[in-house]
């Protein structure tokens, strides 16, 4: 009730306009694109709790020491050992068994900006467990954030980060010039016509 009332409030005042599909009504693989600001966490944020929708996402184990631990994992945050990867696969498909409808919110694109490629993860944790994946957005030019459409991945990654590539075209995230775009390592290498 509080968060509800919170996010009323942010986005009563913000430049910003939630512009966005229903919220998911399963449990789902929430991509947060483009990432390129430390603003897209609030954003996130106010777009869940205006939603009503249960988030979870991972962060460097570093962010959890300290004082800091209690507020992140009380914000949804989980810590990801990258030593210990599949327990986060573990945790996840707990909590999917266990009925909660939640939004796993990964930033594939890696830490806002500088990046060749985005970061698979959110692929095989949306395979691995059966959960579809939503796409979350950031875009300036339009000063609107929101969800777009959820749908299940068809493990064709090619095909799959195509439809992604579609939707994020004309997403510039907060600031534009980190923009990393939309491709995995794992896609079949483009054939360059004539060669």
Known sequence: MLRRLIARVFWTFSRWTLASEPAPTRPTVLIGAPHTS???FVLMLGIAWRLGI???WLGKKSLFRG???PLMRRLGGIPVDREDPARVVGEVVAQVNAGTVFGLVVTPDGTRGGNTYWKSGFYRIARETGMPVTLGFVDRTTMTTG?????DL??????DMDRIRVFYADKAGVRPERRTEPRLREERPEITPGL
């Not at 068809?154 to 095909?159: C, K, L, R, S």
């Open 38 to 40: 430390n603003w897209d």
């Open 54 to 56: 249960e988030v979870h």
């Open 67 to 69: 004082w800091r631990g």
């Open 147 to 151: 969800l777009g459409p959820t749908f």
């Open 154 to 159: 068809t493990g064709d990654v090619a095909a």
